[in-house]
């Protein structure tokens, strides 16, 4: 068996992502109180489409399914969603069941995609049914298209085992949950949402397990299923604990997946009010609210929601565990969940504290109303940075291909100015620094200015130790050319990814598990990623510096 102990903690990668791609979507990852000051990224604008007046029943596409043997799949669900990386569609999917072998979309059933943008294109087509491989197919949607057929496979059967760390006993309703690197920002909003209890939350989950016995599952995946991640949420148990990458051909070939979950900690969390506080109390009811925090090492943060608890009485306690060791945030606020903005309300109360949690440790948060009449708003303090090692150093990204410390893929780019192909092989022994950026992204074209003065600037210094490559995600090579020209940026390597596939589907962009543009990369001499962000949330110059000394 494979047997892999990583705790990379992808909801870091995606939380901010997160918010930038579903901006009016309540802040379940986010600042508390407020949504962080975060860069500007820009992602593939959507086209024309269908008229908003499509009755919602409308069927926009209709699948056939069957199995190798041509038989019927019982059980079967789809969904559709924007291709990844094109668009700005909520990362929410929406599942359908089968019918009599049929599985049929309306506008009601493809979640967070505007009618008006449907017919623009870009969509993927992902079915999932137990015993079978998942199926990932493009396509299109629209009024009076014909029915598809896709014929599932059974693909590589798998096993996955659990084992504790601490030896404890594993919930009977534990199932883990898998998905691909590009999926991360879904799996991070799935669980978001369920733990916000919003209508349509749900973990999200590309294979079907079946449970054999505890701790062991089973399920199919395809044969080029690789970079997949495991996650196992159980509250109570352990809490967004993911393990990976993976891949089929390697699991198939020791007999499955053997992964650790590690020991966790708990806190006793609880808000009442003091014994002196006048009665009656000036609120009814009161919650706690429990964050997860992640941070960069420029020090931007970000929050995963881990649940919030609401008690119609002037007192609440709870004892939060599962936790895996790291920083953690825990709010209390009088009134309802729903209340605790309105900071002018009689009796208003609203604290946040934070607390650095150690494994098999158990910690006390506890908060007190005062008394006061008026507003006691009180909000956390920037906590100090965290040393947790399985925290990421870069949280503007999902799950990654190339996370920090991986090796860098070995992708073909075209060098616009020399009209030749280079492999990042090629640069191995000097600092890389890689961005990708495109003519018609807003945001890109400040920090290419940025760039090319600090390349200018460090010339002398950084020749033949240094490469700044700029990958254009443009859909032809010569609008990235001519823009370089026509602004002067002479001192970058311009680069351009070849075919097959453009933008955000190039090979390049897809190596990367590039979603949003401007994305850099840092790589060290030795070809490892060692730092991944917008490029104007660091001091570029100082990071390439700080690499050529080590």
């Not at 599932?152 to 601490?166: C, F, H, N, S, Y």
């Not at 699991?251 to 992964?259: D, R, V």
């Not at 506890?366 to 090692?389: L, N």
């Not at 990235?480 to 097959?500: E, M, N, V, Y």
Request: glycine share 8%; charged share 20%; with cysteine.
């Amino acid at each position: 068996m494979i047997s892999r102990r990583r705790h990379n903690r992808f909801m870091a990668r995606i939380a901010i992502l997160a918010l930038i791609l579903a901006p009016n979507v309540p802040p379940i990852v986010g600042q508390v109180p407020d949504n962080p000051r975060k860069p500007v990224y820009a992602a593939r604008p959507p086209g024309a489409g269908l008229p908003r007046s499509i009755p919602v029943a409308s069927p926009l596409l209709t699948v056939r399914l069957s199995g190798p043997s041509g038989e019927v799949i019982p059980q079967a669900e789809g969904a559709i969603r924007r291709i990844p990386g094109q668009g700005t569609a909520i990362p929410v999917v929406k599942w359908v069941n089968q019918q009599a072998g049929f599985l049929q979309f309306t506008v009601s059933e493809i979640a967070g995609i505007a009618p008006e943008e449907m017919a623009s294109g870009g969509f993927q087509l992902i079915i999932r049914a137990k015993g079978y491989a998942p199926e990932f197919r493009e396509v299109q949607v629209g009024l009076n298209l014909p029915t598809i057929n896709v014929q599932m496979k059974t693909g590589v059967p798998m096993e996955i085992q659990l084992r504790d760390a601490g030896g404890r006993k594993f919930p009977e309703t534990m199932t883990p949950c898998t998905f691909l690197a590009q999926d991360g920002p879904y799996a991070a909003l799935g669980l978001a949402r369920v733990n916000d209890r919003t209508s349509n939350g749900e973990l999200f989950n590309l294979t079907p397990m079946e449970r054999t016995q505890p701790g062991i599952f089973r399920f199919n995946a395809s044969e080029d299923y690789n970079d997949f991640y495991v996650m196992v949420d159980s509250p109570g148990f352990v809490r967004a604990f993911q393990a990976g990458p993976f891949s089929a051909s390697d699991a198939a070939t020791t007999g499955g997946l053997s992964i650790e979950i590690p020991a966790t900690g708990s806190l006793d969390a609880s808000f009442a009010p003091t014994a002196s506080a006048a009665k009656p109390l000036p609120y009814t009811g009161c919650g706690l609210e429990l964050w997860e925090v992640f941070r960069d090492e420029n020090g931007r943060s970000a929050f995963l929601n881990l649940g919030y608890y609401q008690s119609g009485d002037s007192r609440i306690a709870k004892k939060l565990e599962g936790l895996l060791p790291g920083e953690y945030l825990v709010e209390a606020f009088s009134g309802t969940r729903g209340e605790k903005w309105i900071t002018s309300r009689r009796g208003a109360f609203r604290e946040a504290k934070t607390v650095n949690l150690s494994a098999n440790a158990s910690e006390a948060v506890r908060f007190e109303f005062g008394g006061a009449d008026k507003p006691a708003i009180a909000t956390a303090k920037t906590p100090s940075p965290v040393s947790a090692p399985q925290i990421p150093k870069a949280v503007a990204k999902p799950v990654l291909n190339t996370p920090s410390g991986a090796a860098v893929p070995n992708v073909a780019l075209q060098d616009l100015s020399q009209q030749q192909t280079f492999r990042l092989a090629d640069l191995k022994g000097k600092v890389v620094f890689l961005d990708f950026w495109a003519t018609w992204c807003g945001p890109c074209q400040s920090a290419m200015a940025h760039l090319n003065s600090i390349a200018a600037k460090n010339a002398s210094k950084w020749n033949g130790k240094v490469a700044l490559v700029a990958v254009s995600l443009d859909d032809q090579a010569g609008k990235a050319q001519a823009h370089l020209q026509k602004r002067g940026w002479t001192s970058l390597i311009p680069a351009f990814s070849p075919p097959p596939g453009s933008g955000f589907q190039s090979v390049a962009a897809l190596a990367f598990g590039v979603e949003s543009i401007p994305t850099s990369l840092l790589i060290d001499q030795k070809g490892n990623v060692i730092w991944r962000g917008h490029p104007m949330a660091a001091d570029v110059e100082k990071l390439i510096d700080k690499t050529l000394a080590q």
